[in-house]
Nanobody, 130 residues
């Protein structure tokens, strides 16, 4: 069974940090690239950051650069989203998702669009209080 399980969410004060984890199982982790997305109630889901097919990282939203970073521990089939200097507007449900690396490779060093992602986690709440 394919699973992407997010963890590490919760409530944090503005200016604080959180690290989300996304642990994958049920598919060959090395054949996929992982991205993070978020969604606020009443709004569409937006991309945050991804690991590109060439194992770099790229942002869907340039304004997050410098505050959010992504890393991977392939031995643990886990990708991390480190979020620093959090703001109330970062409050959202955060999702990780997996796109086939072969598909992601056509975007070279950019993130694949949302519709290319095959597998999705169930989402985890992050709330930033002011």
């Amino acid at each position: 069974e394919v699973q992407l399980v997010e963890s590490g969410g919760g409530l944090v004060q503005a200016g604080g940090s959180l690290r989300l984890s996304c642990t994958a199982s049920g598919f060959t982790f090395d054949d996929y690239s992982i991205g993070w997305f978020r969604q606020v109630p009443g709004k569409g889901r937006e991309g945050v950051i991804c690991i590109t097919a060439n194992d770099g990282s790229a942002y869907y939203v340039d304004s997050l650069e410098g505050r959010f970073t992504i890393s991977s521990d392939n031995a643990k089939n886990t990708v991390y989203l480190q979020m620093n200097s959090l703001k109330p507007e970062d409050t959202a449900v955060y999702y990780c998702a997996a796109v086939p690396r072969l598909r992601a490779s056509i975007y070279i060093s950019s993130c694949a669009p949302e519709y290319d992602y095959h597998y999705w986690g169930q989402g985890i709440q992050v709330t930033v209080s002011s």
